[in-house]
């Protein structure tokens, strides 16, 4: 008896390649592409780790009508936004900002907004979470 996930047929020669990141081009800004980290076992780990406190806040104060909580919740929701951009965002080009090449730390602080919001999402959705997920 044969088991064909034994066999060699089908299986490419020499090693297979991995990519730790993928390049996607912006939807928003033509020319403007930007690198993100691919999910593996041990970054998932590391994001979960660093999102398990922001997101009980979020919940805690989502779960209020008061004016003050909805404030609380959005601030904690952009601290959520800005934690997957560090994490997953390894680079960017095609984007000048105040005439420099921009990078994470220059998007965050003087870029575009929707350009950030953009890769926010593409990083969420690398990282396999729905809509639903993320407000969580």
């Not at 959705?125 to 407000?135: A, H, I, N, P, T």
């Amino acid at each position: 008896m044969k088991f064909s996930w034994r066999s060699d047929k089908g299986r490419p020669e020499g090693p297979v390649c991995h990519e730790s990141a993928r390049v996607v081009a912006s939807k928003r800004y033509p020319g403007v592409r930007y690198r993100i980290a691919r999910v593996s076992f041990g970054r998932r780990t590391a994001l979960i780790a660093r999102i398990r406190e922001l997101a009980g806040r979020a919940e805690y104060h989502s779960a209020d009508d008061s004016s003050e909580d909805r404030i609380e919740a959005a601030l904690v929701e952009r601290e959520l936004e800005r934690l997957y951009v560090e994490w997953g965002l390894e680079g960017i080009e095609g984007l000048q900002i105040d005439g420099e090449p921009a990078t994470g730390a220059t998007l965050l602080e003087r870029g575009p907004e929707d350009l950030f919001r953009e890769i926010s999402q593409a990083i969420q959705q690398e990282c396999g979470l729905s809509e639903d997920e993320r407000k969580n």
